[in-house]
């Protein structure tokens, strides 16, 4: 996340170390770079091998409708990737979703939305149970879904048994949904009406029978549209979309490389709660016991509650390796051993990420500063609430351009760290 290039110009015009980049550098850097150099490759393979029929109106449809079937399962695997994980199983899980799907309509005759709904939950539980495998036992997300592949493809081969009395096919869907009020929402075409009105004035070609080369656009084409519209919404602009961005870093890159990573921890104890004035946030961390301990010698009814680890980052931290400060208990370390471990370790240089962006990195990051250290902070690996009229990273991020020593990218600092090895 370099937004350097606006700061320069408006700020510190002289400061060494924000590097000027041109145009074409920018472009080349952009992740999107390689899916559209393909697409542009593919593009002009088949514009020069293929019959030229494929590139008409009628042509770009036909392509264009598998291609966005494909594109709606992509764009969920799009996003397990860009987060550092792979499923296998998607293949399996859409035959299994399908029977599901298929079992709700003719065995079970649910309705048409109930049965998406049903197909949508037992599909997002599944999801779920590896995700929650994944992360409990550490096992790679590669092994805990090719178990899943095989598991689905066995429970669809018998469930379609079962289903059917014994048949490889699944009758009777396209009859019991047909007349639906929302079966136009999942098939068929849409926009059918625009189509027919392009057609009658010219601006829509015709075959030689007459009939109109298109006469609407399938609704996959529209759902993916829409999905990537969402996704791109989410990955870009909300929390989520940077907690996906920062998850894809390498979570013991800094390990690998000799790095010692210190945890400067938030935590209440019973004390804490009898302070005779505190801020807003204070009095709300306070209130639904956000980082509650029972104390500071006694760890009963710390697993699983907000004072614990994130279970993905629990076995990086419980390693044995890791230095976890005595606790900060407003915002910054100047109430914890934080400085002082680092200045005892011999360490100036500074990598900062964390919760939360505007409040503890932010407070983090001033006082050590003050203190002398070389403060990096990682933008894309933090997070902030935002609400109506309170962004908090967007808060964040302004101070940490004029304050920080230097921002780096979860992409570059993995890129850094490794080059230490």
Known sequence: ????????????????????????????????????????????????????????????????????????????????????????????????????????????????????????????????????????????????????????????????????GGSTQMRGITEAVEGHALLGVFSGKAFEGLFRTLTERGWIPRFDNGEAMVTGIPVEIVWFVILTGLATWVLLRTPLGNWIFASGGDPVAAKNSGVPVFISPHYYYKHDHQWKFEGALEALMHKIGMFDRKGALSQEGFEGSGADWLPRYKSYINDGKTIVCSPHKVFGPESNDLALQLRKAGISQIILAGMSANLCVESHMRDLIEQGFHVVVVPDATGAAKLPGYDGFEAAFVNYRMIASDIWSTAETVKKLEALK
Do not use: Y
């Not at 036992?137 to 899943?148: D, E, K, Q, R, Y």
């Open 1 to 164: 996340m370099d937004h350097s290039g606006s700061f320069k110009n408006s700020l510190l015009p002289g400061d060494e170390r924000l590097k000027a980049v041109s145009r074409l550098s920018q472009l080349m850097r952009r992740p999107e770079l390689g899916a559209v150099a393909g697409l542009i490759l593919v593009t002009c393979f088949f514009f020069i091998t293929a019959d030229p029929v494929m590139f008409n109106l009628a042509g770009l449809v036909n392509f264009l409708t598998p291609a966005a079937q494909l594109g709606i399962l992509a764009l969920g695997a799009a996003l397990l990737m860009i987060g550092g994980e792979f499923d296998l199983s998607i293949g399996s899980m859409v035959a299994f979703a399908g029977l599901i799907f298929g079992a709700s309509i003719t065995v079970l005759q649910l309705p048409l939305l109930a049965a998406v709904l049903l197909t949508l939950v037992v599909a997002g539980a599944i999801g779920a149970l590896n995700a929650n495998l994944v992360i409990r036992t550490g096992l790679p997300s590669f092994i805990v879904t090719l178990a899943f592949l095989f598991m689905l493809r066995g429970l669809s081969l018998v469930g379609l048994k079962w289903a059917t």
